[in-house]
């Protein structure tokens, strides 16, 4: 549990979650990641930080609603090219950086992120 606890447990995950969709509804330069979203934001914010809850090594609360995450499959109807892997992955950087996760902490995660966000591509 050391990336979850280190990041400071669920309220700092769902503190950086709200943050990292909080900019990608504000900010311009976050347009193409957040046109592959729905209408509302409120769904996907639950599952990211259900997601990462786990992923981090916290409580698997994902896999406990949904079962294996299976990303790439269930991001296979996303359009996800190079534009939308990077914004993803510099919106999450503004968000750790707003939200004061150290920088050793946020290099680590900066780079699970984008390989993850890479894997994820499908176009």
């Not at 990462?52 to 996800?80: K, T």
Request: glycine share 8%; charged share 25%.
């Amino acid at each position: 549990m050391a990336l979850f606890d280190d990041l400071g447990g669920e309220p700092a995950v769902r503190r950086l979650v709200d943050r990292f969709y909080d900019l990608m509804d504000l900010e311009p330069g976050y347009a193409a990641l957040r046109a592959t979203h729905g209408p509302t934001l409120d769904a996907a914010r639950d599952k990211l930080f259900w997601f990462l809850c786990g992923w981090l090594g916290g409580p698997d609360l994902y896999v406990q609603r949904f079962g294996h995450p299976q990303l790439r499959a269930r991001h296979l109807p996303f359009a996800i090219g190079l534009q939308e892997r990077n914004q993803w992955v510099a919106c999450m950087s503004q968000a750790m950086r707003e939200c004061g996760v150290p920088e050793p902490l946020r290099e680590q995660l900066e780079h699970a992120f984008m390989q993850t966000a890479d894997w994820m591509r499908n176009r």
